[in-house]
């Protein structure tokens, strides 16, 4: 996976995401990292719950069913002791999981769960934050701290959200989405961690 010997706190992998030796990757086959994704210590991602039932289109010739539980877009950063967790219900008879989809330039706060269908590009999530399951949040959205989305809800892009249970508060402010970029922060993780620009 690594290239260099292991050492450090880190492990960087050929598309240069950086997960910490202390994050805890369950079914790592069902986890898809799209690059340069940061992955602090104490972390969690539940790729194990997979979808278990097959939908009846496809066939056994088609080769190995898509099982990815969770994908995770590129310059994504999960902070410490968050945790990814695919959602589930009841579907023909049956309870199964299904895929959590996450864009690119994510930011999940510190000890946040999140369970949401899919997360837009470009989303600020704070501390402590739980997304319910099935919540889908558009793209350029901020979550501030301790907010709690219920499951199913739907978040319009360009929002900020607050409270328990969440509730649009206002909306991300024109020329304000260079807040979103992740490049930097990515650059003062690691092994040879380089300081922010000034």
């Known amino acids: 996976m690594s290239r ?3 050492r450090g706190e880190y492990i960087e992998t050929d598309t240069g995401n950086k997960v910490a030796r202390k994050a805890t990757l369950v079914g790592t086959q069902n986890i898809m990292l799209g690059g340069k994704t940061v992955i602090q210590p104490e972390v969690m991602i539940r790729g194990d719950l997979v979808r278990s ?5 496809s066939s056994s010739s088609s080769g190995t069913p898509n099982n990815t539980a969770v994908a995770i877009g590129r310059y994504c950063f999960l902070s410490r002791a968050s945790c990814l967790r695919p959602p589930g219900r009841f579907y023909k008879g049956a309870f199964t999981y299904m895929p959590l989809r996450m864009g690119d330039h994510v930011f999940v706060g510190p000890s946040s769960v999140i ?7 470009h989303v600020h999530i704070g501390a402590r934050v739980v997304v319910g399951e099935f919540a889908i949040i558009k793209d350029y959205v901020r979550v501030l701290d301790e907010t709690v989305i219920p499951p199913n809800m739907v ?3 360009f929002s900020i959200v607050a409270g328990q249970p969440a509730r649009v508060i206002g909306e991300v402010p ?8 992740l490049r930097d922060l990515y650059k003062t993780v ?3 961690p380089q300081p922010p620009a000034s």
């Open 115 to 121: 369970q949401a269908a899919s997360i837009g590009s």
């Open 4 to 6: 260099r010997p292991p």
């Open 155 to 157: 978040i319009p892009s």
């Open 53 to 57: 039932i097959q939908s009846s289109s």
């Open 174 to 181: 024109e020329g304000g989405h260079e807040a979103f970029e």
């Open 190 to 192: 690691g092994n040879n």
